[in-house]
C-alpha cells in the first residue's frame, strides 16, 4: 500500500515561492499519477495539478498556469509542486495525492497535507 | 464557486437515511465517473464511493453512490454521529482537462 509523507509546514512573505515535497513509499511510484490538491481555511478542495513520473510531464489546472511547477524525481519516488508569486489567498492547506489505477480518476491515497501560510 | 454543485449543509438525526446531491454538466459527471470522499475535521479526504457507485475498500456498506445524467448522489444509511464530516462529490472534466470537486456539504446528525 502507497503512502504518501509531505514536507512540514511553511511561512512565506507575499511574492515569493514555496516548494513542498510529497516522498511516496510502498508503491511503484514511476508509473502511478500523483496530484496536488489545495484547501484553503473554511473552504472546499481545489485542484491544481498532476504528473506521471514515468512520463514526465507535468498538466497544471488553467487558474495556476504559470505560477505553479510540478515535478517528481523516479530516483527518491518523491514529487515536487512549487507555487511562486505568493499572496495571502495562496495561504492553505496542500495535499499531494495519487489517482486509482483505470479511468475513474478516484484519489485513493492522500499525504498528511501541508500547511502554507502566506504573510508579510 | 465550485464546477460541481452541492449543497452546504443537510441534517438528520441518528438511524436515518440521508442523501447528499452532486450536480454537473455534459463534461464531467455526463461523461465521466463521479467519486465521493468523507473529510473528517483536520484530516485529509477519504474515498467513499469511486466509479459512481463502488464502494472503496473498507467502507462501510451503509454509503451508497449512484449517478443519472449530469447529476450524482451519496446517500447514508443508518446515520451514526461519527458521520459527521464534509463530503466531497468529484469528478474528471473533459473541458477543463482537470478533477473538479463539488462545494463540499456539511453533514450534521442531529
Request: charged share 15%.
Amino acid at each position: 500500500q502507497v503512502q504518501l509523507v509531505q514536507s512540514g509546514a511553511e511561512v512565506q512573505k507575499p511574492g515569493s515561492s514555496v516548494k513542498v515535497s510529497c516522498r511516496a513509499s510502498g508503491g511503484t511510484f514511476s508509473s502511478s499519477s500523483f496530484i496536488w490538491v489545495r484547501q484553503a481555511p473554511g473552504q472546499g478542495l481545489e485542484y491544481m495539478g498532476r504528473i506521471i513520473p514515468i512520463l514526465g510531464r507535468a498538466n497544471n489546472a488553467q487558474k495556476f498556469q504559470g505560477r505553479v511547477t510540478i515535478t517528481a524525481d523516479k530516483s527518491t519516488s518523491t514529487a515536487y509542486m512549487e507555487l511562486s508569486s505568493l499572496r495571502s489567498e495562496d495561504s492553505a492547506v496542500y495535499y499531494c495525492a495519487k489517482l486509482s489505477s483505470g479511468y475513474s480518476y478516484a484519489i485513493d491515497i492522500w499525504g498528511q497535507g501541508t500547511k502554507v501560510t502566506v504573510s508579510s | 464557486q465550485s464546477v460541481l454543485t452541492q449543497p452546504p449543509s443537510v441534517s438528520e438525526v441518528p438511524r436515518q437515511r440521508v442523501i447528499i446531491a452532486c450536480s454537473g454538466s455534459s463534461s464531467n459527471i455526463g461523461k465521466n465517473a463521479v467519486n465521493w470522499y468523507q473529510q473528517l475535521p483536520g484530516k485529509p479526504p477519504k474515498l467513499l464511493v469511486y466509479y459512481d457507485d463502488l464502494l472503496a475498500s473498507g467502507v462501510s456498506d451503509r454509503f451508497s453512490g449512484s449517478k443519472s445524467g449530469t447529476s450524482a448522489s451519496l446517500a447514508i444509511s443508518g446515520l451514526q454521529s461519527e458521520d459527521e464530516a464534509d463530503y466531497y462529490c468529484a469528478s474528471w472534466d473533459d473541458s477543463l482537462n482537470a478533477v473538479v470537486f463539488g462545494g463540499g456539504t456539511k453533514l450534521t446528525v442531529l
